[in-house]
């Protein structure tokens, strides 16, 4: 079971970019997919997390500015970023709360992707 995420890079404030995530492996449901971002020397944080009903939830400090959104028939989790800032500058790490099999465990579980490294910058 992990999670893969694609996207990060190097954007100008203003700019934008997308990122994904894809969980594979034994995994039979999926309830709740997200996104939370860590900066040097600051503790994760939430950024936006969906449910498998597509109930969306944000921190106000991204509101109106980015939108997460999921594809169920891929375990994918999508994070559109618009309007970046400086201050956005941060490792994203990718979460998931699932059902799913580790070595003949079958349970609920909070998945972690490795991260990727946003960096919003002139």
């Known amino acids: 079971v992990q999670l893969v995420e694609s996207g990060g890079g190097l954007v100008q404030p203003g700019g934008s970019l997308g990122l994904s995530c894809a969980a594979s492996g034994n995994i039979f449901n999926i309830y709740v997919m997200g996104w939370y971002r860590q900066a040097p020397g600051k503790q994760r944080e939430l950024v936006a997390t969906?449910?498998?009903?597509?109930?969306?939830n944000y921190a106000d400090s991204v509101k109106g500015r980015f939108t997460i959104s999921r594809d169920n028939s891929k375990n994918t989790v999508y994070l559109q970023m618009n309007s970046l800032k400086p201050e956005d500058t941060a490792v994203y790490y990718c979460n998931t709360e699932a059902l799913a099999e580790i070595s003949g465990d079958v349970r609920r579980r909070s998945l972690w992707g490795q991260g990727t490294q946003v960096t919003v910058s002139s």
């Open positions: 969906i449910t498998r009903g597509v109930g969306t």
